[in-house]
């Protein structure tokens, strides 16, 4: 297996920034549409889905691309910007740019997107119902902020008050940067999003990224409070995706079935494969069986 890093210019209102990439096998011949990987958060970054180079090595090989959006990871930290140059549109702007890059606008390639990233790539389909992709992959992901919350929320009350009251209280004073926040969220996280003990080195990389308030603390805590923890609702615009998706999540997972069914019962070509044994993370939890189910769905014509 080849890997690849390198980085792509990335301009936002005539400032130029930089997204990060990871490729693991070869980008310039391949048998099965590359996959684009799109990582949680918003403000993680691509660690935690690393265990998608397992693709690689299946006959066809699947070539995978990782990146790390801006402001996070590896790609541009961005500092000293308004709460309003946080959008979805940039995201979106960011991985259409990415796309470009690699030349495959026109051509076929698939898209992985987990958690915040499967919010990411439906609103990437709506927004623009690209040309060249040929499969979706909606992995632990939501369509609607309100049916999210209120699944957490019935999660959270199973843990020590505490937590839960502790996300409260800073959420209403506007401190969500304060260690004691991010330290409740990883109670929560430890139950609801990898149950692995210990837990994965790479997972634990990527939700220090989302609390690095140089990087991707920043994306995140902006990202909430603009559109994504209250009032983000695409249910009355899935029906614009049309093209073969497959839905993931876990028994265990915060992303329960009330919050993913909107995606399948709205997507005329669509698959829903739950984990028995996993949280949010089944390409951990249930690793091999995991890159069996995507590899099967990836290898249909």
């Known amino acids: 297996m080849s890997i690849t890093e390198g980085t792509i210019p990335f301009t936002v ?30 403000g993680g970054s691509h660690d935690y889905m690393l265990p998608l180079v397992d693709l690689t090595t299946r006959d066809p090989p699947t070539t995978v691309i990782f990146y790390d959006q801006i ?49 990411l790539g439906a609103e990437f389909i709506i927004r623009r119902q690209p040309r060249g992709l040929r499969r979706l992959i909606l992995a632990n992901g939501l369509a609607s902020a309100k049916l999210r919350n209120e699944a957490r929320w019935k999660l959270m009350a199973k843990l020590p008050p505490e937590v839960g009251e502790t996300i409260k209280r ?24 990898c149950r692995m003990k210990p837990i994965p ?7 220090g990224q989302t609390e690095d308030n140089d990087g991707g603390a920043i994306v995140l805590d902006n990202m909430r409070k603009n559109v994504l923890e209250f009032e983000w609702d695409i249910i009355d615009k899935i029906h614009l995706i049309r093209v073969p998706t497959l839905i993931i999540n876990g028994e265990y997972d915060y992303m329960t079935d009330e919050v993913c069914a909107p995606f399948f019962w709205r997507i005329d070509k669509v698959k829903w494969v ?28």
């Open 13 to 42: 209102n005539g400032e130029s920034f930089h997204t990060w990439y990871k490729i693991a096998g070869d980008i310039t011949s391949f048998r099965r549409p590359p996959l684009i990987v799109l990582h949680g958060g918003p």
């Open 201 to 207: 080195a790479e997972v634990i990389h990527t939700i």
């Open 274 to 301: 739950k984990f028995a044994h996993s949280s949010h993370m089944p390409q951990w939890e249930e690793r091999e069986r995991y890159m069996d189910v995507v590899d099967e769905f990836l290898g249909q014509a």
């Open 170 to 193: 800073h959420e209403r004073e506007g401190t969500t940067l304060a260690e004691e926040y991010k330290a409740a969220w990883r109670v929560f996280y430890e139950n609801y999003a």
């Open 71 to 119: 402001g996070t990871g590896h790609s541009s930290h961005v500092h000293n910007k308004p709460s309003s140059f946080w959008s979805i549109e940039l995201f979106v702007n960011e991985l259409e740019n990415l796309i470009a890059h690699f030349s495959l606008t026109d051509k076929t390639y698939d898209l992985l997107g987990q958690s915040w990233g499967a919010q």
